[in-house]
């Protein structure tokens, strides 16, 4: 069978927009530190403050996806905690 398509919420989509926009203003904001010769001390800070928005971004999307796999009656239980524990994984 097809994977289904699980798209987000218009109003979840609209907040994980809007934080990955931040996240590549953050990003841009790096580049210039490196260009710029800044401490590497303060662009390791930065470097972590997107990690952990890329994190935050990632765990609402999986609660998401998990939401809509775990409300799919056409799949398996199993199947469903398989393929969570995939993305977990990043596989």
């Known amino acids: ?3 289904q398509v699980r ?3 218009p109003e979840r989509r609209q907040d994980v927009l809007l934080r990955l926009r931040r996240i590549e203003g953050q ?3 790096i580049q210039r530190m490196v260009e710029d010769d800044r401490d590497c001390r303060e662009i390791v800070t930065q470097v972590a403050a ?3 928005a890329l994190a935050s971004v990632s765990s609402q999307v999986l609660r998401c996806y998990a939401h809509n796999c775990l409300d799919n ?3 398996s ?3 469903t905690i398989a393929d969570l524990i995939h993305l977990f994984e990043g596989k």
């Open 1 to 3: 069978m097809a994977d």
């Open 27 to 29: 990003v841009r904001g």
């Open 77 to 79: 239980r199993e199947k």
């Open 7 to 9: 798209p987000l919420s």
């Open 50 to 52: 997107v990690k952990s």
């Open 73 to 75: 009656e056409e799949e």
